[in-house]
């Protein structure tokens, strides 16, 4: 069970990608990311809903890509790391019509409500994300398991760190009530923002 959970798919963007996101991401969040795609495979087959899992790899893998120098822009973490994202798989040959896709669900993982009604794969990336912050039908067995290959590594201090790193050096990646913007006003409010604290009694922990 353990080689099945783990295996990650057998295309050709898969080691670029891979690449990519260990080099320019903390390990942290490296980690997170490659944790929320295994999350996100395990919840389709429980659900039975049907996508690519090339589409799935590259929208999960790629989700925090805006939190990197190279897709460090103007705009919200969220929406610069769904364009690095397609300008990394445009390359790769991954098609328009797919890397529309993966920008959607890239821009919307952090938008409830939203994600969950703009089709299977912005669903599956936001559960995905979600699922390494404890919500979801996921195993104690199985969650041990991806933990062992992808440790934590305080990944959720290591997120908080980055998105508001971003935020002071250019206030208008945070706009009122977006993430980056609430956890930059959080951080200057105290030393824990609601994330944090949420992760310390998640059930992954932080």
């Known amino acids: ?72 822009g103007a705009q919200r973490f969220e929406v610069d790391g769904a364009d690095t994202a397609v300008a990394i798989l445009g390359p790769l040959g991954v098609p328009d019509g797919d890397c529309s896709l993966i920008w959607e669900a890239i821009a919307l993982h952090t938008s409830p409500g939203i994600a969950e009604r703009r089709g299977p794969l912005a669903y599956l990336t936001r559960a995905g994300v979600g699922a390494d912050f404890g919500r979801g039908p996921v195993t104690d067995d199985e969650a041990a398991a991806i933990h062992d290959a992808y440790p934590r590594l305080e990944m959720t201090t290591s997120l908080v760190d980055a998105i508001v790193a971003q935020a002071r050096a250019n206030p208008a990646k945070a706009p009122r009530y977006t993430l980056a913007g609430e956890l930059l006003r959080e951080r200057a409010a105290g030393p824990a923002t609601s994330m944090e604290q949420a992760a310390a009694t998640a059930r992954w922990g932080n």
């Open 1 to 72: 069970m353990t080689a099945e959970l783990l295996r990650l798919p057998d295309d050709p963007i898969t080691g670029p990608v891979l690449e990519i996101v260990r080099a320019e991401e903390p390990a942290p969040v490296a980690n997170h990311s490659i944790r929320s795609y295994l999350f996100a495979r395990l919840l389709a087959r429980r659900e039975g809903l049907a996508v690519g899992e090339r589409a799935l790899f590259a929208a999960c893998v790629l989700h925090d890509i805006g939190l990197t120098v190279r897709g460090n």
